[in-house]
């Protein structure tokens, strides 16, 4: 299964594949190309909530390919992908996205002083309208959201850029925010080192190492 891998890999391949995000929901269809996300994996990951959370921790061990959605800081409404390998935990928090289909519908959602469509994890679940109540939706199948191909990736990878996940005080030492470098709806932290397929298994640590 796609999802049944490390959060890391299905990370990448998120951006690097150009996987498009579709939401249909009160009558309005808007899509989006994924530009950045984070990757979280299991309790030895000390940025995870699955290392602090004991509901957290059962609901990003649960099926891959489900929505694990949570509220932040009691306002932002924040998307997340469950993805792990077989009997592990993780999950994909999805940042940025690069708008596509349904602006109109977006900028409504975000309201007329709104800076950005969907850069940020907080307002993309806006402009998508993802709630609460969303948790737990399988995207391979959903019919209010669901995953693309870019087809305009056929021709090749996107290019990729690592860097340590934003706003967090653990897990610094792991570059696992992935994003496409230049693209629109990438977060103001623009910096980081271009990566490869070939450099992810130097991103995963050794099973049971704690990533601080």
């Keep these: 299964m796609w999802f049944e891998r490390h959060p890391v890999r299905v990370a990448f391949d998120l951006v690097a594949h150009g996987i498009i995000l579709r939401s249909d929901r009160d009558g309005a269809v808007v899509t989006g190309r994924i530009v950045e996300v984070e990757a979280y994996a299991g309790p030895t990951d000390l940025a995870s909530h699955a290392a602090r959370m004991q509901a957290a921790r059962a609901l990003l061990s649960g099926t891959p390919g489900t929505l ?50 969907a850069t940020g ?35 090749g990878l996107h290019a990729v850029a690592a860097s340590p996940r934003i706003g967090i005080s653990r897990g610094l030492s792991a570059d696992w925010r992935l994003f496409v470098p230049g693209a629109t709806g990438v977060s103001v932290h623009a910096r980081g080192r271009a990566i490869t397929e070939d450099d992810l298994d130097a991103m995963i640590p050794p099973e049971g190492s704690v990533v601080e």
Excluded: C
């Design 68 to 117: 694990y959605v949570y509220r932040s800081y009691g306002i932002h409404t924040m998307l997340n992908i469950v993805a792990h390998e077989p009997g592990k935990t993780g999950g994909i928090l999805i940042r940025g996205i690069e708008p596509f289909e349904g602006i109109d519908a977006m900028a409504a959602r975000r309201g007329p002083k709104a800076r950005t469509l």
């Design 121 to 155: 994890p907080g307002v993309l679940t806006q402009a998508f309208a993802v709630r609460l109540a969303d948790a737990g939706r399988d995207l391979l199948a959903d019919d209010t959201f669901s995953l693309w191909r870019d087809a305009a990736s056929d021709a």
